[in-house]
């Protein structure tokens, strides 16, 4: 018999506390009217949204610059069978005011790809849900 307890809810700060702590999380996005999932480094802001470096070139800014997207971020051990899985939704927005870019070139994220005038995105923290999973302890 498994114990029902393998999977809690998060709440909204164990959610960012948790996100801080990994470098790389999946932005979920429509592409040409189909689902489009990319990889992406980030990092939270002080307002805790979530913040992405890349280049102008990017399909991606184009795609969601001013559209709801969703943010995942998860960490998983195998050999336990446990982690978590926290999901930020909101609307993601080109940073353009001059100050702000200024600090997040000092302060925000930095594209793990070389980049040439940089381009961040925000995607607010409207929504944020998260589970944890552990592993199920059997009883006889």
Same mark, same amino acid.
């Given at each position: 018999?498994?114990?029902? &307890? ?5 709440? !909204?700060? %164990? ?14 996005? *429509? ?14 802001? @002080? ?11 990017? +399909?991606?800014? !184009?795609?969601?610059? +001013? ?9 998983? &051990?195998?050999? @336990?069978?446990?982690? $978590?899985?926290?999901?930020? @939704?909101?609307?993601? *927005?080109?940073? *353009? &005011? ?13 594209? $793990?790809?070389?980049?040439? &005038? ?7 923290? %409207?929504?944020?849900?998260? !589970? %944890?999973? !552990?592993?199920?302890?059997? @009883?006889?």
């Amino acid at each position: 018999m498994f114990q029902n &307890d393998a999977f809690r809810a998060l709440d !909204r700060p %164990e959610c960012l506390r948790l996100l801080a702590k990994v470098p790389v999380g999946r932005v979920v996005y *429509t592409r040409q009217a189909l689902p489009a999932v990319l990889p992406v480094n980030f990092a939270l802001d @002080t307002d805790a949204s979530v913040l992405l470096c890349t280049s102008p070139d990017s +399909g991606l800014v !184009r795609a969601i610059d +001013g559209v709801v997207v969703a943010f995942e971020a998860d960490e998983f &051990d195998t050999a @336990t069978r446990s982690g $978590w899985s926290v999901v930020v @939704t909101g609307r993601a *927005t080109e940073v *353009t &005011d001059p100050a702000e870019r200024e600090r997040l070139s000092q302060a925000g994220p930095i594209s $793990w790809m070389p980049l040439r &005038d940089a381009v961040f995105v925000r995607i607010e923290s %409207e929504m944020v849900t998260g !589970r %944890e999973l !552990r592993a199920p302890l059997c @009883t006889q």
